[in-house]
C-alpha cells in the first residue's frame, strides 16, 4: 500500500469520525479491516482470525467482512517483520498471535525484531498447559512425576508438540523450576510435531510423561487413555475440566497459559487502537464466543488494550529469563 | 454385522442432494487443485475451507466437500506427473517415473486410464480396510515408536536405489543432496536455526512443494528455452501419439497383482503418523521393481510402474484417515488440515470419535466411497479432453506451466522470497539434468530426511544416548532385516537374474508381458 493511500484513508476517516459520528475520541472507524494469520490456513492463527473475524462481522463490530490474509514462515517471524517493516502505520491490520509469539520474541527468534515493535491489543481466551501421563502409570500427581525427575532425570521423559525452548517445553519447566529442581536442563523433553503425535508416543510407551494444552488431550482424556495430573492455571477450570487438580494446589507455584490473542502495528494511532481493542473486548463478550470458546476448549482470560500489553510484557520478561537458566539465549 | 448396518447408516447421510453436489464439487475441484503444479491436497482443502465455513455448512457436508478436494487432488496430480512429466503434488512424483515415457511412447490415454483405476482400486481397498480395520490398526501405530520409525525411513532410503537403474553413485548423490536440503530450518531438537544465515524465511525449512516446482517444472521450462531454435527443439518434432482412450484388458491384467500388493503395502505406510502419502507411492513404486521388473522396464514406461505409485499413493491417502479419526493424530499434511476442520466444527477428535459422533464418521467414509466412485466415472471419459494438453505446442504450453508454477506458489505464502527459492531451484534442476542426475531422489531426501532426523534423535535422546536401543525391538530388526536384503539382495541377484533372462530370451521362452 502506498503512503499516501494510508494518508487518504487517515484523513477520510478522520473526517467521517468528525462530521458523521461526531462522537469521542473513539469514534475511528476502519474502511478495510484485515487479518494477518502469520500460519497457513488450518493452522492455529489462522482460525483465530478466522473466528474472530466471524463473530466480529456477526455481532456488528466491525464494517463488512474482515479479509483473512495467510503470511506464514519463520514461526510467525515472517509476517512479524512484514508489519514491522511496510505496514507500520495501517490502522486497519491486526495480526493473530499466541504465547508462541511471545516465547519467539523473548528468545530472539524473530532476528532484528523486539516486542516493543508492536501494539499489544487484547486476548480472546487461554488455553492452559496440561502434565499428564497414561492411565495405567503408576504416578498419580505432580509432586511425585517432579520428585522421579529430582532423584533420576533420565528415568523420565516427557514428551510435547512444541520444539526445544517452546512452550510446551518451557510449561514443564517451570513447574520444574518451582519444585526446586535447580538444574532444568537436565529435564528430559522430547520434542513433536505435534501434541496428537506426543501423546500416541506416550501410549505407545515410549515417553512417561506429556506437556501440552488442554484442547489437545481433551479426546484422550475423556476416552481414559491419559490422565491429568496438573492443569498449569491459576484455580479449577469450570466444567467438564473442574476434576482436574492444579499444580498451585498441589504445592507447585506453576501457571502456564497459552492465550490467543492479536498485536497491532507499532505505528497505530490511539484512536484506531483504542476501537480495535473495544472491538476485541466486545467479541470476548459475545455468546457466539461463549460458544467458539467451548468447542475449543479455551478457558476465560480477558485482558485489553494497555493491560494485555503489560500482560505481554511480563511474561516475555519470565520466558526470557528461563530461556536464559537453560543456556537457550545468552 | 453391525459394522455394515453403520455403513448403511451412513449412506443415508451421505446420499442427500447437497451431499452429493458437494462430492462433485469437491471431486472436481480437487482433481484440477492435484493436476496444477504448485497446489497439492493439503493446500487445496485448506483454500477451500473459508468456502465450507462461508456457506455455513454443518459438519458432514463441510467434510465430505474436504475430503472430496483431498481424494480428487491425489487423483489429478497424476495428470501433470503423465503428460509433462511434471508432479501435480508430491506423491504423484513416483507416477513421472514410468507414466511420462509411457506419453513418449504414444500410450497417454492408457497411462491416464490405467492410473486412473489403479487409483479407485488403492482408494477402494483403503475406504474398505477404514471401515473393519480402524481400531485394530491403531494398535499397530502403537507399536512404532522412534526406533521404529527410523528404521522405517532406513528402509525407504535402502530401496532408493530401485529408482533409477542406470547409474546408482547419482542416485545417491542426489538422496544426499535431498538429506541436505532437509536440515535447512529450526532444528526442533534443540531449538537451533541451523543454515538460515539469519533469514527468517528459511526458519520453517524449505517447503517441498516450492522445490518439486522448481525442479520439475520450472527446470522443464528452462530446457525447452535453451533447446528452442535448435535440432533438440521439441515442437519440431513428430507429434506425439495420444493413443487409445480404454486399456487393453492385457495391460489391465498383467497390473492386477501390482494393484493388489500395494493397495496394501501404500495402506499402512498411511496409517503410519508422519509417513503418509508420498512414502506410500515411493515404497510401492520401489518394492514392486525390486519384485516384478525382470526386464529392467521400470522406468521406460512399463504400466506397472504407474499403477504401483499411482494404488499406493491412493491407498496411503485412505490409510491417513485412519490415526486422524480413530487417535485424532494427523498421519500426512492434509489430514492436519482436515483435523484442524473438526476441531473448528465443534467435533473433538478423538478414541471416543466413533462413539460419540458416529453420524460424521460413517457419513465421511460412505462419502468417501461415494466420492472415489464418482471420480472414476469423472475421470476416464475426461482422458480425452485431458490429452489434448499433448497437442498444445510447447511455445505455447511451457509459458503457461511457468505461470502457473509461479501463481500456484504465490498463492501459498503469499511471499515473493518463495518465487525466489523455487527459481534457484528451477536454475539447480536444469544443471542437475544436464548432468543426468536424477531428481526424483532429492525430493524423496528432503520429504523423509527430517523425519527420519528426528526420530534417530528422539530415540536416542529417550534411551540416554544408547545406540543399541535402535535394535531394541523384535519389529526393529525386522525393518532392519528387510532395508539390508532389500539393499544387497539386488547387486547379487540382479546378475544372477540378467544372465538367466538371456539365457530365456535366447531360448525364446520370453513371454510377452504387455503388448
Keep these: 500500500m502506498k503512503p499516501n493511500m494510508i494518508f487518504g484513508r487517515a484523513f477520510a476517516a478522520a473526517i467521517l469520525a468528525t462530521t458523521i459520528i461526531g462522537g469521542p475520541a473513539a469514534a475511528f472507524e476502519p474502511e478495510a479491516t484485515e487479518c494477518i494469520a502469520p500460519a497457513n490456513p488450518g493452522g492455529g492463527w489462522d482460525f483465530t482470525c478466522r473466528q474472530f473475524g466471524k463473530v466480529a462481522q456477526d455481532i456488528g463490530a466491525i464494517p463488512g467482512t474482515m479479509q483473512v490474509v495467510n ?44 516486542s516493543d515493535q508492536v501494539r499489544w491489543l487484547g486476548s480472546l481466551g487461554a488455553d492452559y498447559g496440561v502434565i499428564a501421563v497414561a492411565a495405567d502409570s503408576e504416578v498419580e500427581t505432580l509432586p511425585e512425576l517432579l520428585d522421579m525427575i529430582k532423584q533420576d532425570p533420565r528415568s523420565i521423559s516427557i514428551g510435547g508438540g512444541s520444539a526445544v525452548g517452546g512452550w510446551d517445553h518451557l510449561k514443564v519447566l517451570i513447574a520444574a523450576n518451582e519444585a526446586g529442581i535447580e538444574d532444568v536442563r537436565s529435564v528430559k523433553y522430547i520434542a513433536f510435531a505435534g501434541g496428537g503425535e506426543a501423546i500416541t508416543q506416550l501410549l505407545a510407551g515410549s515417553l512417561q510423561a506429556y506437556t501440552g494444552d488442554l484442547s489437545e488431550a481433551k479426546g484422550f482424556v475423556d476416552s481414559g487413555d491419559i490422565k491429568v495430573i496438573a492443569v498449569l492455571a491459576p484455580e479449577r477450570l469450570e466444567g467438564e475440566f473442574s476434576e482436574f487438580p492444579t499444580a498451585i494446589e498441589q504445592g507447585i507455584d506453576a501457571v502456564g497459559a497459552n492465550w490467543r490473542g492479536f498485536y497491532a502495528p507499532g505505528g497505530m494511532s490511539d484512536e484506531a487502537y483504542e476501537y480495535w481493542a473495544t472491538t476485541i473486548h466486545d467479541v470476548y463478550e459475545s455468546d457466539q464466543w461463549k460458544q467458539v470458546m467451548q468447542t475449543n476448549g479455551l478457558a476465560p482470560l480477558d485482558l485489553s488494550g494497555p493491560e494485555f500489553q503489560e500482560y505481554v510484557d511480563a511474561s516475555i520478561a519470565r520466558i526470557e529469563e528461563l530461556s536464559r537458566e537453560i543456556g537457550l539465549i545468552k | 454385522m453391525e459394522l455394515l448396518s453403520s455403513l448403511g447408516d451412513g449412506f443415508l447421510v451421505a446420499l442427500t442432494f447437497q451431499n452429493i453436489g458437494l462430492a462433485l464439487l469437491g471431486c472436481l475441484l480437487g482433481t484440477i487443485m492435484g493436476a496444477l503444479p504448485g497446489l497439492g491436497p493439503s493446500n487445496g482443502v485448506a483454500i477451500l475451507i473459508p468456502l465450507a465455513f462461508t456457506l455455513g455448512l454443518d459438519a458432514t457436508p463441510a467434510l465430505i466437500l474436504l475430503t472430496s478436494v483431498y481424494y480428487g487432488a491425489m487423483y489429478g496430480g497424476r495428470i501433470s506427473s503423465i ?33 486412473g483405476i489403479a487409483s479407485f482400486v488403492g482408494a477402494f481397498f483403503a475406504t474398505w ?58 532444528d526442533t531438537q534443540t531449538g537451533v536455526p541451523r543454515f538460515t544465515f539469519g533469514e527468517v524465511h528459511l526458519y520453517d525449512g524449505i517447503d517441498f512443494l516450492v522445490a518439486i516446482v522448481g525442479l520439475f517444472a ?103 484417515l485412519v490415526p486422524m479419526l480413530a487417535l485424532g493424530v494427523p498421519g500426512s499434511g492434509t489430514t492436519a488440515v482436515l483435523l484442524a476442520v473438526l476441531l473448528a466444527l465443534n467435533i473433538t477428535p478423538g478414541p471416543l470419535l466413533f462413539t460419540n459422533n458416529p453420524d460424521v464418521v460413517w457419513g465421511l467414509i460412505a462419502a468417501l466411497f461415494i466420492g472415489n466412485v464418482m471420480l472414476l466415472v469423472l475421470n476416464i471419459p475426461m482422458i480425452g479432453l485431458f490429452t489434448r494438453v499433448l497437442m498444445v505446442p510447447p511455445r505455447i504450453l511451457m509459458p503457461i506451466v511457468a505461470m502457473i508454477s509461479f501463481v500456484g506458489i504465490y498463492g501459498i505464502s503469499g511471499s515473493t522470497f518463495d518465487l525466489v527459492v523455487m527459481i534457484l531451484f528451477g536454475i539447480g534442476g536444469w544443471v542437475l539434468r544436464k548432468l543426468d542426475v536424477p531428481l526424483v531422489p532429492i525430493i524423496l531426501g528432503t520429504l523423509l530426511g527430517n523425519e527420519m532426523e528426528v526420530n534417530l534423535r528422539r530415540a536416542v535422546t529417550i534411551a540416554d544416548g544408547d545406540y543399541s536401543v535402535l535394535f531394541g525391538s523384535p519389529l526393529t530388526i525386522g525393518l532392519w532385516s528387510i532395508a539390508i536384503i532389500g539393499f544387497i539382495m539386488p547387486m547379487v541377484a540382479g546378475k544372477m537374474l540378467k544372465r538367466r533372462m538371456q539365457l530365456a530370451k535366447k531360448t525364446g521362452e520370453d513371454t510377452d508381458l504387455v503388448d
Excluded at chain 1, 512484514?82 to 527468534?109: C, F, H
Excluded at chain 2, 525382470?294 to 491417513?320: I, K, L, S, W, Y
Aim: glycine share 14%.
Design chain 1, 71 to 114: 503470511l506464514s514462515g519463520g514461526g510467525g517471524g515472517v509476517a512479524f517483520a512484514e508489519v514491522v517493516n511496510k505496514r507500520n502505520d495501517s490502522n486497519d491490520l491486526v495480526v493473530a498471535a499466541s504465547t508462541a509469539t511471545a516465547t519467539r520474541l523473548a528468545q530472539k527468534a524473530y532476528p532484528g525484531n523486539t
Design chain 2, 129 to 186: 480396510g477404514l471401515v473393519f480395520l480402524a481400531p485394530q490398526l491403531v494398535k499397530v501405530a502403537l507399536l512404532f515408536g522412534p526406533a521404529e520409525y527410523f528404521a522405517l525411513f532406513v528402509l525407504a532410503f535402502a530401496t532408493l536405489g530401485g529408482i533409477s537403474s542406470t547409474n546408482q553413485a547419482k542416485a545417491a548423490f542426489a538422496a544426499a543432496l535431498g538429506l541436505g536440503l532437509a536440515m535447512i530450518g529450526v
Design chain 2, 218 to 320: 520450472l527446470s522443464e521450462v528452462f530446457i525447452f528455452l535453451e533447446h528452442r531454435g535448435t535440432d533438440k527443439d521439441s515442437s519440431t518434432g513428430p507429434k506425439v501419439q495420444i493413443g487409445r482412450i480404454i486399456p487393453p484388458w492385457s495391460m489391465v491384467r498383467s497390473c492386477i497383482p501390482t494393484m493388489a500388493r500395494t493397495s496394501v503395502l501404500g495402506f499402512i505406510a498411511g496409517v503410519l503418523p508422519g509417513a503418509g502419502a508420498s512414502l506410500g507411492s515411493f515404497i510401492s513404486y520401489s518394492m514392486e521393481k525390486r519384485l516384478v521388473d525382470r526386464e529392467n522396464t521400470f522406468g521406460t514406461g512399463d504400466p506397472r510402474g504407474v499403477a504401483a505409485p499411482e494404488t499406493g499413493n491412493n491407498a496411503a491417502a485412505g490409510g491417513a
Design chain 2, 83 to 115: 503428460l509433462l512429466n511434471i508432479p501435480g503434488d508430491e506423491p504423484a512424483m513416483m507416477t513421472c517415473l514410468d507414466g511420462y515415457p509411457m506419453a513418449r511412447k504414444g500410450q497417454a490415454g492408457e497411462a491416464l486410464a490405467l492410473s
